[in-house]
């Protein structure tokens, strides 16, 4: 690290409110309101302590439409901060301590935003998720993309009326629906009743901590749901967990756009995803480097399948051999 550099970086921690911003961000990205409401502080007060650390590099800034997300920065300048920070640290800080009990109801808040809109809407789930590119058309991709290889004990994470089982459980040996919406698990029995050739489970559970042992699943599917998710790399560093290695992970969810209203009217977090930002989660849980195939429509709609490291095949040949719509 230059001299330069390790300077600005210790100058842009030598405060105490921009080190409790740096512990909260540490948790969860925040936008810069949810910041200001956490550290009682005037907006314009944090954006100024803001400037300043994202000019060391210590965080990074996400604009959508009028809101303004910030994470931590890269991890190259920001775990040697971390690491030094923990072995320092002897004792938990009062302050610090209020901060993350204010965060849990910011945390708590959302989550209950999200919920009320699911148990209000999971009777026409199926209709929301298919608005933007017709889900015949995202159906036949994932059948394409997934291909003759062995499905395995399949994990839909989730799951919501259960369609991507009822889709793909009858190439499953076994299948699993997480969601955490009672309403929409309820929905999901309801629906696949019936679907004697599936051999199916349905849990409660968040993608940020699934009710699965690890190295138990051959296939994990996130079909537009991971923009719902507060923290969607933990979600996939989850899934990866769960996966065998070899195991496969195929997200569906629309690429980045700016339909801001989408994050008031249907509780998105994230106004889609790039193919950059999706590669570096999928990379830092473990992963492959995914394939990315993008359905133009209203909104477009990218499909990313990666596989866990460890015993893996070279799937490169069968990459080459698909072909999208």
Not at 67 to 91: M, N, Y
Request: aromatic share 6%; glycine share 8%.
């Amino acid at each position: 690290m230059k001299m330069n550099t390790a300077l600005e970086l210790f100058q842009a921690l030598a405060d105490p409110t921009r080190l409790r911003i740096f512990a909260l961000l540490r948790a969860m990205e925040l936008s810069v309101g949810e910041l200001a409401q956490v550290l009682g502080q005037s907006q314009p007060r944090v954006s100024r302590h803001l400037k300043i650390m994202d000019q060391a590099g210590l965080i990074a800034r996400r604009k959508e439409g009028n809101w303004v997300f910030v994470t931590l920065g890269a991890d190259r300048i920001v775990k040697p901060v971390l690491t030094a920070l923990d072995s320092w640290q002897q004792e938990s800080d009062p302050e610090m301590e209020a901060d993350l009990t204010r965060l849990a109801t910011v945390r708590s808040v959302r989550a209950r935003e999200a919920e009320e809109w699911f148990e209000q809407n999971a009777a026409g789930w199926d209709t929301i998720r298919s608005l933007y590119v017709s889900e015949p058309t995202v159906e036949a991709t994932i059948k394409i993309l997934l291909g003759p290889e062995p499905v395995g004990r399949l994990v839909d994470i989730g799951t919501g009326t259960g369609r991507m089982i009822e889709l793909l459980g009858p190439a499953a040996k076994s299948c699993i629906g997480v969601d955490r919406s009672p309403a929409m698990l309820r929905m999901a029995r309801s629906k696949m009743s019936g679907s004697q050739n599936i051999q199916v489970e349905w849990r409660q559970g968040d993608l940020s901590a699934l009710p699965l042992p690890a190295d138990s699943m051959n296939t994990a599917i996130m079909h537009q749901v991971l923009h719902y998710a507060q923290h969607p790399g933990a979600g996939l560093s989850e899934a990866a967990r769960v996966l065998k290695p070899g195991g496969r992970l195929l997200v569906v969810d629309f690429a980045a756009h700016d339909r801001r209203e989408l994050r008031e009217a249907n509780a998105h977090a994230w106004l889609g995803f790039s193919a950059e930002q999706m590669t570096l989660w999928f990379r830092e849980a473990g992963f492959s480097e995914p394939e990315c195939y993008r359905l133009e429509g209203e909104i477009a709609v990218c499909l990313w399948l990666g596989w866990k490291i460890g015993a893996i095949a070279d799937h490169s040949e069968n990459s080459s051999k698909r072909q999208t719509h």
